[in-house]
């Protein structure tokens, strides 16, 4: 059997999904869509790193204080494993995205390549931020994580712009990128240990200039 067939169009179940989300979604809900696509844009990484730093240094509670700055520095390793990897899948396997497979079948609301579909990296990226995130937060939190993973996923579809495979296999690219990392960073302890210790430096630097 055909692995693409298996391993990425599910015997057909991926193109069918695709058009049941994309079609079903009402104009009226285009602008929610369109904010939970802008959640998964990557380019916000540096200010998920900068928002995690701050968190972890003016946290009353100083282990826990540590804990969210370590987590900021081992999303900042995942994200550019996982920007390096996303890219080479995206340029490697080429595959197309929905307007290039299904014509004016596919309502596609944003202007995007016609190829370079698999994986999505707003799904990618918005795994990333879960699991960065996850071990320091509370139920409500995770709650809010769970949702905003599933709201980008299903934006990138509804808007046209990919496949639920795409979306799939970005959540896992995301995932593993952040296993891996964290296992490196364990591995060579340094890795983390010092953008952490860096990151420190630089707050108290900052915030001494401001008290000037």
Not at 93 to 98: I, V
């Amino acid at each position: 059997m055909n692995l693409k067939l298996l391993a990425y169009d599910w015997l057909g179940l991926n193109q069918l999904l695709f058009e049941g989300i994309n079609a079903a979604t009402p104009a009226s809900l285009e602008p929610l869509v369109r904010v939970g696509s802008a959640l998964g844009n990557y380019w916000a990484a540096p200010l998920v790193v900068a928002a995690l730093l701050f968190w972890g240094r003016r946290c009353a509670d100083v282990e826990h204080g540590a804990r969210i700055i370590d987590r900021a520095v081992l999303f900042g390793w995942a994200f550019l494993s996982a920007f390096a990897i996303t890219s080479a899948l995206k340029w490697g396997l080429d595959l197309p995205r929905p307007g290039t497979v299904l014509g004016q079948a596919a309502h596609v609301l944003v202007p995007e390549e016609p190829t370079h579909g698999f994986p999505s990296g707003h799904s990618v990226y918005a795994m990333l931020v879960v699991a960065a995130m996850w071990p320091i937060v509370a139920a409500p939190g995770r709650g809010m994580l769970l949702l905003g993973l599933l709201g980008v996923g299903y934006s990138r579809v509804a808007l046209g712009a990919h496949f639920p495979a795409d979306v799939v296999g970005g959540w896992m690219v995301g995932l593993a990128c952040f296993v891996a990392a964290n296992g490196l960073t364990r591995r060579i302890p340094m890795l983390r240990s010092a953008p952490h210790a860096l990151a420190l430096r630089l707050f108290a630097l900052s915030r001494h200039r401001a008290t000037k």
